[in-house]
């Protein structure tokens, strides 16, 4: 990447959570690596744009894992650095690695976090809110005048606790990024197409429907698009699949300058180049290591996978 | 359909059952319809070819339900009429639909059944081996002068009982068609890419994996293709959903008198137009009702839904 390139694109505004992952999968394991959604969506997003990342650490976090980010392009200015430990996530996936189980969520320095958007961020931003209370997603929103396009992720538990003030950012999202048990939960309906069709109902302008292995798929006001799932044939840990899709689809809007129907197909097409590569090796080294060769040779491919 | 220009068309051979359904959805029930997976495959089937099933039924077997077959134009000259009672299954289907348990298997007149391939479709038909017992799969194959593609599924019981026998069906097979769990368990890997190569590896020319409402993906040698899952809003019973597929699959090549990789393309498609409008009613009424043109329209949106 061409750092001097990706500053003359449009800013993109990162809202997650960085912090170190203890990873469990049937043949590896790995314990206090970097991972949190904000990094893998910012190491995606930096092929396209330069994205701003909006997070908290503890004094714990080390200066490797800070220049994995800053040494990528990644802007740190709006990574706080608070008295108290680092947050922490332990997972570990089924054979498959359809599923996994969350074994741990330790919180600490985000427990109260309340993100301060950089004033060279806060005007006319491509924002990607990461998974959080949705009252921190609405605080960011806040702080950015005119955003250009805002993808919104969340959870079960953001909906289960408070589905109205989470469709409060739905109409206030350019597209919701979810993934199917999400869309089902959030949209109230079993039937998947029905259920998407439900979260547009509450304002969202489009939903993107994360479908794992399988594929994602967006509604918006054209009706059904539909990228496969790169076969990866060496897959080894799904973590940070679904926030590298983010991050590289609100960087690609950023650099086409545009979010219209065609510029969110390919979106679509990038955030699954992304996740591909995301998963084919244990926690960022994948993702750290791309070049944009590789990601423009295997969108390519995406043509050729559904050609009929 | 135009039963004279179906006769004309490559003869399609369709093994499989045919017997009586008993359907429990979250929001109906069915007991005693039409059902078996050679019904399915041949009323998918019959828009393309004229379809011969071989099957077999009990004398309870109403005309009612035969008619329903042979006014559609599949040849009833290969169901065996057997004393007895006719095949009967039962399942209930998760409120999402995506997944069911079978509630019993009544195999009645199908146990022992020895399928006898009518003279007139024993040359260079276009084959759907239904899911059956192996060897039962391999003496239809032995009847068959020069077939003209194979298209075989299978089940988990046959995959654990016997995969070598399997294996002899597969390298006869110009495809294999199984859901993502029995790709899993026959290439006998975790990662579903890896599954489909090692179904190649054993002799199978081909392999579609279904992957339920998230669409099926095809591995030959000139590697995957991916059709979506058509978003069916109204989906009611996915009964019949596969079958239905592997019918319009083969229907179409026998159709094209082709199954070079284009063709086999071609197929998946019109067989994921086929299945999405199966699970849009219950039973085989959609499919019974369905006309070529809304095949062809259907199918022409599937290049909307992947246009990029």
Redesign the interface.
């Known amino acids: 990447m061409n750092p001097g390139d990706a500053a003359s694109a449009g800013a993109v505004v990162v809202l997650g959570t960085v912090g170190l992952d203890y990873i469990e999968t ?1 043949r590896a394991r790995a314990d206090g690596v970097l991972g949190g959604s904000a990094t893998y969506a910012a190491l995606a997003a930096r092929f396209f744009a330069r994205p701003t990342v909006l997070s908290v650490v503890g004094r714990d976090f080390a200066p490797a894992h800070r220049g994995v980010l800053a040494q990528r392009g990644v802007d740190l200015s709006g990574l706080e650095v608070a008295d108290g430990l680092t947050f922490r996530w332990g997972a570990r996936y089924a ?3 359809n599923s996994r189980q969350t074994t741990f969520t330790d919180l600490n320095v985000l427990e109260g976090f309340d993100p301060a958007v950089p004033p060279h961020a806060a005007r006319g931003a491509f924002v990607f809110l990461g998974n959080s209370e949705p009252h921190v997603q609405l605080s960011v929103l806040d702080q950015i005048e005119a955003p250009r396009f805002v993808l919104t992720d969340s959870m079960n538990i953001w909906i289960e606790r408070d589905p109205a003030q989470l469709a409060r950012v739905a109409a206030r999202s350019g597209c919701m990024v979810l993934n199917d048990e999400e869309t ?1 939960q959030f949209g109230r309906d ?5 259920a ?2 439900k979260i547009l109902d509450v304002g969202a302008a489009a939903v993107v429907v994360k ?1 794992g ?3 994602a ?1 967006l ?1 918006d006001e054209d ?7 790169y ?5 080894h840990d799904p973590t940070g699949a679904g926030d590298s899709f983010a991050g590289a689809f609100v960087g690609s809007l950023a650099e086409a300058g545009a979010a219209d129907a ?1 510029a969110r ?2 979106a ?2 990038y955030g699954s180049v992304a996740a591909s590569f995301t998963v084919e090796s244990f926690g960022v080294a994948r993702l750290a290591a791309l070049t944009r060769a590789e990601i423009d040779a295997r969108y390519a491919e ?7």
């Open positions: 049937p054979a498959d690695l089902r079993d039937n998947l197409p029905r998407a069709q479908r292995e399988h594929g798929s509604l009706g059904w698009f539909f990228a496969p799932g076969p990866v044939s060496g897959a065609a197909r390919r679509v097409v995406f043509s050729d996978i559904v050609a009929f």
